[in-house]
């Protein structure tokens, strides 16, 4: 999915092993839409060719040769201004410092300091050579300036060492690229509230009970709202999903835990999209211990959990300008999803036949109809990210 497109990123790559993750790292920012100049540093050809990068982008990648090349001398200041965003993945102790001290005396060093783009660096080297005091004075320094410093992570180096200084993975540099240079989408300013993933409630320390939501369309939509500007909090149930850069991740357990956090965070959101599977019951206690089977089979007797959808409604503040709920139903789809959009009060419902084998529950891809008061609108089998940002999309024109 295109989210970059018309985003140029200049990506400068040093002269660290880790440079042979960097071109995984650009194609991974091609495959998102941006543009990509690579520029190379001499001790990053090394390890890596111009020919890496430019097989993965689709663009030129530059040496410091091209500095003085047929291009003329201002190749420097065409590649920093244009830059919507200058990486540098792997950042060297060496490279840093220079840009530190905004030392200009290669193509990259040159370029970072001609435009105004907001810097990222994913420093790699080796253990003793991050903690060297000049080197954390030199990280300090450009964070000061405003520039996002991604790890380094601690484990295996190249030294055979272990330790902090491993380069942070190109897909988590990709998303965190990603987070950066969409702030100024239509959501921009926006602050958007998604609930994912099902609840559990406990039945003793051990046990639970909960559905077999995976979350992945909270997950989905949260990503979409991102990509369009927004501010996301993420309040999620247990899910095996990572939360999207730059979601502010809030975990619960059971759905009281999810009304105390949706209420609070629904104070300072624009839009709430209630995209969890609560569950409607909760046993009415928990055991303290663990339930013994010696005990025999136990009586577990149910109680109504609340509606937090309701509750928000009674209790929606100025801000609250969209709420937007979930109907997945296995039968009476669009009568059902109506009578939602009544009692719940809500502005829009995503409704799903589960029954489908193609949508709902676990797979990848959802079939919904989106009921409004403005009437329904139908839309085809698309994978979970496509309804994402088809909801995202109604969600912008309710907010602007
Ligand atoms: O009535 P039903 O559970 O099908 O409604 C689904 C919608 O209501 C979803 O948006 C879900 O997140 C929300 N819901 C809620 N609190 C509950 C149960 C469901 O907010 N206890």
Redesign the pocket.
């Known amino acids: 999915m295109a989210v970059l497109k018309g985003k140029r990123i200049l990506l400068g790559v040093t002269g660290s092993i880790a440079s042979y993750k960097a071109a995984d790292l650009a194609s991974k920012l091609a495959q998102l839409g941006a543009e990509v100049d690579t520029v190379l540093t001499a001790a990053a050809t090394q390890f890596v060719t111009p020919l890496t990068f430019q097989s993965v982008t689709g663009r030129r990648a530059y040496l410091d040769a091209d500095l003085w090349g047929n291009e003329g001398h201002v190749l420097h200041v065409r590649l920093g201004k244009e830059a919507d965003l200058v990486l540098v993945a792997p950042a060297t102790a060496n490279t840093l410092a220079k840009l530190a001290q905004g030392r200009a005396d290669n193509l990259l060093t040159l370029a970072a300091i001609t435009g105004s783009a907001p810097l990222v660096l994913a420093p790699a080297m080796d253990g003793d050579m991050y903690t060297n005091p000049a080197t954390q004075a030199n990280l300090a320094r450009l964070a000061e300036r405003g520039a996002h410093i991604l790890g380094p992570q601690s484990g295996h180096l190249a030294s055979g060492l272990s330790g902090v200084g491993r380069m942070v993975e190109p897909a988590e540099i990709a998303a965190q690229t990603r987070y950066l240079l969409t702030r100024d989408g239509p959501l921009g300013g926006k602050r958007v509230l998604v609930?994912a993933g099902g609840t559990q409630e406990a039945v003793d320390p051990v046990r639970a009970i909960s559905n077999r939501s995976s979350g992945k369309q909270g997950y989905a939509l949260a990503q979409a709202a991102l990509d369009a500007g927004a501010e996301v909090t993420l309040v999620s149930g247990p899910t095996a999903l990572a939360a999207p850069a730059g979601a502010m991740l809030r975990p619960v357990r059971s759905?009281e835990e999810?009304?105390a956090e949706?209420l609070e965070q629904a104070k300072n959101s624009d839009a709430l999209l209630?995209?969890?599977?609560?569950?409607?019951f909760r046993p009415k206690s928990s055991a303290s211990q663990k339930i013994k089977r010696a005990g025999g089979a136990p009586q577990i007797e149910l109680v109504a959990?609340?509606?937090?959808?309701?509750?928000?409604g009674k209790a929606r503040g100025k801000r609250l300008k969209a709420v937007?709920?979930?109907?997945?139903?296995s039968q009476d789809l669009l009568k059902?999803a109506q009578q939602?959009l009544k009692a719940?009060k809500?502005d829009l419902?995503v409704a799903n036949d589960i029954s489908a084998a193609d949508a709902g529950f676990e797979v990848d891809t959802n079939q919904v109809v989106l009921v409004s008061k403005q009437g329904v609108e139908e839309l085809p089998l698309m994978s979970k990210d496509e309804v994402a940002r088809a909801v995202i999309e109604r969600l912008s024109s309710m907010l602007l």
């Open positions: 609930t759905a999810m009304l949706v209630m995209a969890a599977a609560v569950a409607d959990n609340p509606d937090i959808l309701a509750a928000v937007v709920g979930f109907a997945a139903e059902n939602k719940k809500v419902i």
